[in-house]
């Protein structure tokens, strides 16, 4: 059902953003709103606070951002409020955010390694990427997993690359058990 709420209200306000020629600034904004929010959990607490009235919720989605983002956005957080489905925002930005990277041919890659990268090595790894993924920028995120020993593992959307010493030592260990067994 989330999935279902979040695609619906994403891809309105994907709409929204074509129609108005405002593609580039509403990722903007919405990458903007989202940081407040994740910096800001009271305020989500507020909002879905059942005891709060929707105008109320009106008038403090108003004195926070009105004047600060655009009237389209603006606009559409009050249909999430009325609506009651500001429980859901951070997937409905979410999903608007990667439909608007997917049409702009933005890649967002996940690179574990056992050890920091370097600055070269890191613009290897996007390099690489971008040649065989086929998009036309990446949006590269780097994380450290001191369990992978060697290697690394790649994610970018539902696909994972996993070259890491970790993984074959798991998969030698699964197919010594095949062997005892």
Excluded: C, W
Aim: charged fraction near 30%; proline fraction near 2%; avoid cysteine.
């Amino acid at each position: 059902m989330a999935k279902l709420i979040s695609k619906t209200y994403g891809d309105a306000l994907l709409e929204i953003a074509k129609e108005e020629k405002k593609v580039d600034l509403l990722l903007e904004e919405v990458t903007a709103v989202m940081a407040i929010l994740k910096d800001n959990p009271e305020f989500s607490k507020l909002m879905n606070n059942p005891r709060i009235s929707v105008d109320e919720k009106q008038t403090v989605m108003s004195n926070v951002f009105e004047g600060r983002i655009s009237n389209e956005l603006m606009g559409f957080f009050s249909m999430i409020v009325n609506k009651g489905r500001y429980d859901h925002i951070d997937e409905i930005l979410t999903y608007f955010q990667d439909e608007v990277k997917k049409i702009k041919g933005i890649g967002v890659a996940y690179v574990t390694t056992p050890l920091e990268l370097s600055d070269a090595q890191k613009k290897n790894v996007e390099k690489k990427l971008l040649e065989t993924a086929g998009f036309k920028q990446m949006e590269m995120h780097y994380d450290i997993d001191s369990e992978l020993v060697g290697g690394m593992r790649i994610r970018i959307g539902d696909r994972v690359v996993d070259s890491s010493i970790h993984t074959k030592i798991l998969k030698m260990q699964q197919d010594m058990m095949k062997v005892m067994v």
